[in-house]
């Protein structure tokens, strides 16, 4: 009996090595898969210096705001422009699922990077914040400088005393879900 369940597994496993093997063979039949380069998923974006500056102008009169500019349901990324006047740090937080990148537009802000985000409590699936970092690097950053942040990396910015603009990339490790309805 053994003999013979070892004999069926075998012959099975040659009859689907074999099946695999031809079917790899076959070329121009209807069924095989022909593989190219991929279409795109959206229309690409072309912003000019000036769309930028008039969007960064748009915001700067009111404080601590932002603009998405790209971004929404399917999407991998997000980007912002955002402005910030005189904001003490705000709770520091950790992204399991996204890293951000920051450039400057305009202005200054300070960063704290790294460390350990203390009495950490999670807002939302992935999303965590604390009341500050432990051991963290603070950076000055200023107009012109850009800054990635890996997905897991505490961080958290102050613009206390200070004016500052910037454009936030976050990159998501996965598309984004549509947005939930509220019941009614």
Known sequence: MRVSIRNAV???AFAAAGAAGASAQV????????????SPVRPFVVMTAQTVADVERKLHPASNKGEELIGGEGMELR????HENNL??????????SDDVYYVLDGAATLTLGGRLEAP???EPGEWRGPRIEGGQNFDVKKGDLVVIP????????????DFAMILIKVFDKPLPAPKTQAK
């Open 151 to 162: 997905r897991g990396t505490p961080h958290m910015r102050s613009t206390t005393g200070k």
């Open 121 to 123: 409590r999670e807002v």
């Open 27 to 38: 070329s121009g039949s209807a069924t095989a898969t022909v593989r190219g380069p991929s």
């Open 88 to 97: 003490a740090a705000a709770s520091a937080e950790i992204h399991d699922a």
């Open 10 to 12: 075998c012959a099975f």
């Open 79 to 82: 980007v912002v422009i955002q």
